[in-house]
């Protein structure tokens, strides 16, 4: 099931393919595939979770190292967002302070000065949380869809035998009744 909502939309204009040919792009940065797409996920989602400028453009340093969908690492780096970054960072602070058994600074404020105040109480910890959920959490979801692709790809194999069976089943009953 999976496969299909990244497959439907699968054919390209010529104008693209000029493109990705004009500017010698390899094919592996925008094919849709178990291992491109998941690795996509967890690269685009290991820098989302890093409170940093630029995200995007580490996702793009990333790819001499690994192949991936760029797009959708790209895509999924807008998880951190200006709506989300505040909870988000907030949520990594918090699991910052429960791994190093801290307390934490009291009230936060949203206040430019306040945040001055107190970078030297909240830095280690929203770095700690940070790790956490770049390596740990994108890790498993990378995993998570590997495993959703598999079992996806295993059910429409198993669903076309069936047809197939019922097909084969069908003409039989059909020829034993002429």
Known sequence: MIRKVFNKNKKRSGKIDQLIDKYK??????SINRRSVS????????WGFIPMPMQMLAVLATTPLVKFNVPIAISMVWLSNPITMPPMYYMEYLTGN?????????TVQMTVEWFKEN?????????????????????????????LWIASV????????????DRTAK????????
């Not at 970078?119 to 495993?147: C, E, H, K, W």
């Not at 003409?171 to 002429?178: E, N, Q």
């Open 119 to 147: 970078l030297s109480d909240i830095f280690v910890p929203l770095y700690v949380g940070t790790a956490f959920y770049s390596i740990i959490v994108s890790s498993l979801i990378y995993v998570l869809i590997n495993r």
């Open 154 to 165: 295993k059910q429409e194999k198993e669903e076309k035998e069936k047809l197939r069976r």
């Open 171 to 178: 003409k039989r009953k059909h020829k034993g009744h002429r």
């Open 25 to 30: 792009i390899p094919r592996e940065y925008l």
């Open 98 to 106: 429960f791994i190093l058994g801290r307390e934490g600074v009291g």
């Open 39 to 46: 690795m996509a996920v967890l690269v685009g989602l290991f």
